[in-house]
């Protein structure tokens, strides 16, 4: 796939452009899928998907040939999305934090519970856990989700975002503590 | 016993933690870390994926749509970056040009010179010749001059004079013999007729008196040889400009 890819990108730069089309057909779905989980938004992650593979066709003169095509248009696609978390983190349009209020909300599933209250349970932390996200800065929002979604370790994370390995390790760690902080109460209750 | 912090205990989460049979052990032996480590564990296995919308098969194709509009092929892209490289090209081809004439040039003349030099070793060989004997006969020219001089104010002749005589002397033996094989019978006389002068001189016991130089002057006639000699120095001279001349023409 990877000898593949470079052959298409060497079709590209010879003038082919529709070979870069074959790129796109071959990469987008796992760009929407990493876009759609750092954003949780289907409009956006379609945002990224697009954007990513117009900056990737722009740098292609760029790309180097010992490197994975995948890997490189992933990291496009996260600056992209930090672009788009950082928009959205400015607008501040609708804040769902104030929906959730951690001190307003009381739900107490009992233990053993049958669907409904399981299913309640699942819904409660969902809601929490999409509020608990928008609270977290745009690079621990990404550094998370590479890290407990797609499972990329930190040397990853860190040459994604651009930043040092620690600084990686540590913005996954900020994440995690405030996602503790914003779903602990439902399993002290719980 | 030391407590793990939240930091390692998210880091063994993630199996990214450099101790990890350590941590293993001591969340085994501490319940206060163990029960630390199960709510974070339970936390984190609740963070799920957000559901993801179905994407159609020609998803890719759609993309590719919504984008290719706005992209250039690259092709046109190098044209006009054409001139640039355009430059760059033009000036090195020129830098190649001038280094591939100037080695051909030495090419050219080191394959020329060479057998032009290397298929006359005769005319060589005269060359040095030429030059040997020339400096031969301007040593023995001052020796007569100095002799006649000698002569001419009725002095003797002193020891380093004597000595060097001998050291011509020695050498005019060897120049007359290879003047010999040669056809060139001036030479060849003035020759022979200066090793006569130069053993006279040379064979003296003792120093030479204001009487043997006149009697030496006299019966060799040195002004005559010195006048001989003087006129091959010439003809030597001229001979060595020509060689030098043909081995230049030789060589272009």
Redesign the interface.
């Given at each position: 796939m990877g000898n593949d890819d470079h052959a298409l990108i060497r079709n590209v730069l010879a003038g082919e452009k529709n070979a870069y089309g074959l790129l796109v057909a071959r990469h987008s779905q796992s760009v929407f899928r990493v876009a759609f989980r750092i954003t949780e938004n289907e409009a956006d992650a379609e945002e990224i998907v697009q954007e990513a593979f117009l900056r990737g066709y722009l740098k292609l003169e760029d790309f180097d040939a010992r490197s994975n095509f995948r890997t490189w248009i992933y990291r496009i696609a996260m600056n992209c999305a930090l672009d788009v978390l950082n928009r959205r983190k400015n607008q501040a349009t609708l804040s769902i934090a104030e929906e959730y209020d951690s001190e307003k909300t009381t739900v107490q599933p009992a233990d053993g519970a049958a669907g409904p209250d399981r299913l309640l349970l699942s819904q409660e932390i969902e809601a929490r856990r999409q509020v608990a996200m928008e609270k977290l800065t745009p690079t621990e929002r990404l550094a998370f989700v590479m890290r407990h979604m797609e499972d990329r370790s930190t040397e990853e994370i860190a040459g994604a975002l651009g930043i040092a390995p620690n600084s990686a390790k540590q913005a996954v760690f900020r994440a995690v503590q405030k996602l503790r902080q914003s779903l602990a109460p439902l399993w002290v209750k719980s | 016993m030391k407590h793990l912090t939240?930091?390692e205990m998210?880091?063994h989460y993630?199996s990214?933690d450099f101790y990890k049979a350590e941590a293993e052990l001591h969340l085994q032996a501490c319940k206060h870390c163990a029960q630390a480590y199960e709510?974070?564990g339970?936390?984190?296995r609740?963070?799920r994926?957000?559901e993801?919308?179905a994407?159609s098969s020609d998803?890719?194709?759609q993309?590719?749509q919504?984008?290719?509009g706005?992209?250039?092929?690259?092709?046109?892209k190098?044209k006009r970056s054409y001139f640039r490289w355009f430059h760059l090209a033009y000036a090195t081809a020129c830098l190649l040009v001038l280094a591939g004439a100037f080695v051909a040039g030495r090419m050219w003349e080191h394959a020329h010179a060479k057998p032009s030099l290397a298929s006359n070793p005769q005319q060589a060989k005269e060359r040095v010749v030429l030059f040997v004997l020339d400096n031969h006969l301007d040593r023995s020219e001052r020796l007569l001059v100095q002799l006649n001089h000698a002569g001419a104010e009725r002095e003797s002749v002193d020891f380093p004079l004597q000595a060097e005589a001998q050291q011509l002397l020695t050498d005019n033996r060897l120049y007359r013999q290879s003047v010999a094989q040669a056809n060139d019978p001036l030479l060849a006389a003035a020759l022979d007729h200066l090793e006569r002068v130069l053993l006279e001189v040379a064979n003296s016991p003792g120093e030479l008196s204001a009487a043997d130089v006149a009697r030496i002057e006299q019966e060799m006639n040195t002004q005559g040889l010195l006048f001989q000699i003087r006129i091959l120095r010439t003809k030597i001279s001229e001979q060595t400009v020509n060689a030098q001349a043909v081995r230049k023409g030789a060589a272009l």
């Open positions: - | 939240e930091e998210i880091e993630y990214e709510e974070i339970k936390l984190l609740s963070i994926s957000p993801m919308p994407r998803h890719g194709a993309v590719w919504s984008i290719q706005s992209l250039q092929p690259y092709a046109s190098r």
